[in-house]
């Protein structure tokens, strides 16, 4: 008998985003990694370059530490780092620009336009932003109000949003957004 594997919602957060092996990608409120694993491993495929190109980034030592542990073997290649701050944090801006950000279950990032403008900030023109979101007990209607929350949220912050979807599989839902050109 075969047995399908059911995916989890970080393997579905990485699907949706879909990042490119070239991308340079910024994680806000990485907690253990687990989104990051996935997502780093779709970017393993890429050049290696300085500053490693995956950042996953938390207010928390305990969660970046365990996020290190977890993804050592991208950290050892140069691929990706975590580092402990609380967002927005300045220094992230001095680098070059991200091609994509997301963050997974951050309320900052739906409720706050001021955290949404300085993501903007640090994404290059026609980067993108992902918000994923998982509530305690799903529902469609309560999604579709997180998702339209987030949609205000993200278009205060002076981006331009691009699409929201929900599954019931995983629980969670998402509303991405882009940097506008120019
Ligand atoms: C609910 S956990 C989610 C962790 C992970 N993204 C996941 O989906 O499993 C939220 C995480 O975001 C971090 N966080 C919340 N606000 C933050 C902020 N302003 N700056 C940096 N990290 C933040 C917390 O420390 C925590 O690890």
């Given at each position: 008998m075969a047995i399908l594997?059911?995916?989890?919602?970080?393997?579905w957060a990485a699907r949706t985003l879909?990042?490119?092996p070239g991308d340079r990608v910024l994680e806000i409120g990485c907690g253990h990694g687990?989104?990051?694993?996935?997502?780093?491993?779709?970017?393993?495929?890429?050049?290696r370059e300085a500053p490693p190109r995956f950042v996953g980034l938390d207010r928390s030592a305990k969660m970046t530490a365990a996020a290190g542990r977890r993804n050592a073997a991208h950290v050892a290649a140069?691929?990706?780092?975590?580092?402990?701050?609380?967002?927005?944090?300045?220094?992230?801006?001095?680098?070059?620009?991200?091609?994509?950000?997301?963050?997974?279950?951050?309320?900052?990032l739906w409720t706050d336009p001021a955290a949404a403008r300085a993501?903007?900030?640090?994404?290059?023109?026609?980067?993108?932003?992902?918000?994923?979101?998982?509530?305690p007990a799903w529902s469609a209607a309560v999604h579709r109000e997180v998702a339209a929350r987030a949609a205000r949220t993200l278009t205060a912050g002076g981006l331009a949003v691009a699409a929201d979807g929900q599954d019931v599989a995983v629980e969670s839902g998402y509303v991405t957004a882009v940097v506008p050109p120019g």
């Open positions: 594997a059911r995916m989890d919602r970080h393997e879909s990042v490119r687990v989104t990051a694993s996935h997502v780093c491993a779709e970017l393993a495929a890429g050049p140069g691929l990706a780092e975590f580092r402990t701050g609380p967002f927005p944090t300045p220094d992230l801006g001095a680098e070059p620009p991200f091609d994509v950000a997301y963050a997974f279950n951050v309320r900052l993501v903007a900030g640090l994404l290059r023109p026609g980067g993108r932003l992902a918000v994923f979101f998982q509530l």
